[in-house]
């Protein structure tokens, strides 16, 4: 059975995508809970970017810690349901893919900073909530909410326009775009620091985008999906 060594911290983030990729592609996880949140792994000294996810693979001792370069290994390395049939596919794939990268890394991680009060400017990069000078906390509520807004609606707009999204992103089968996707639309639907999101929007942030809803709904009947994430969304933070 393929097995991997995977670092992480106790949040959804970047890394419950790749615990769902392994439990459809038959991928045993040892889950590592990375400092400052656990002990088991330290990214400053043991992470060569010094990040998390870190994964490492027993078949040959491969190291990544990347988490697109993770999730693109082990559906090609292990193939399974979320392995590209060709590489158009994984291309189309690849294309949404980078939507939640983008999403995350412009939305949900500079709310993370405002929920867990990371506001020093320059602590991990140059972002709308480092170097607000006025406005404050409000403030950077605000606009992200707007760039939440934005954001999805090019992509409601876009898949609303194509053919393929049906019942997936791009078309009959799920795929690894779809389970990332669907990890970040649960998130600020139900973790408890996105309330924030939430109040913002009157509710539930993706009321007003129903293609990507409709498709994070399909993603979330797959059995392997409901076992691997079971009360995940709920009990985590962020």
């Known amino acids: 059975m393929a097995e991997i060594d995977l670092a992480y911290l106790p949040i959804v983030g970047r890394g419950e995508q790749i615990n769902i990729i392994c439990s459809m592609h038959g991928i045993k996880v040892n889950a590592m809970m990375s400092k400052p949140m656990g002990e088991d792994f330290d990214k400053d000294t043991e992470a060569a970017f010094g990040t998390v996810p870190w994964m490492r693979d027993h078949a040959n001792g491969l ?5 697109m370069a993770i999730v693109q290994y082990l559906v090609a390395k292990y193939e399974g349901p979320l392995t590209p049939k060709d590489p158009e596919e994984a291309a189309r794939i690849g294309n949404y893919w980078a939507w939640s990268q983008d999403y995350y890394s412009f939305v949900l991680s500079p709310f993370h900073d405002i929920i867990t009060g990371h506001n020093e400017p320059f602590w991990r990069n140059l972002r709308l909530t480092d170097t607000l000078a006025e406005g404050g906390k409000e403030t950077g ?6 760039l939440h807004n934005n954001r999805s609606n090019l992509l409601e707009r876009h898949l609303s326009s194509s053919s393929d999204a049906k019942p997936f992103l791009t078309g009959s089968k799920c795929s690894y775009a779809d389970i990332f996707l669907y990890t970040c639309v649960r998130t600020v639907q139900e973790t408890g620091g996105f309330g924030i999101l939430r109040e913002e929007t009157g509710g539930d942030p993706f009321k007003n985008y129903p293609v990507i809803s409709s498709i994070c709904d399909e993603v979330g009947k797959i059995q392997t999906v409901i076992d691997t994430v079971g009360t995940k969304f709920s009990d985590c933070p962020i």
């Open 63 to 67: 190291e990544l810690n990347d988490s």
């Open 141 to 146: 509520i605000k606009n992200l909410t707007t």
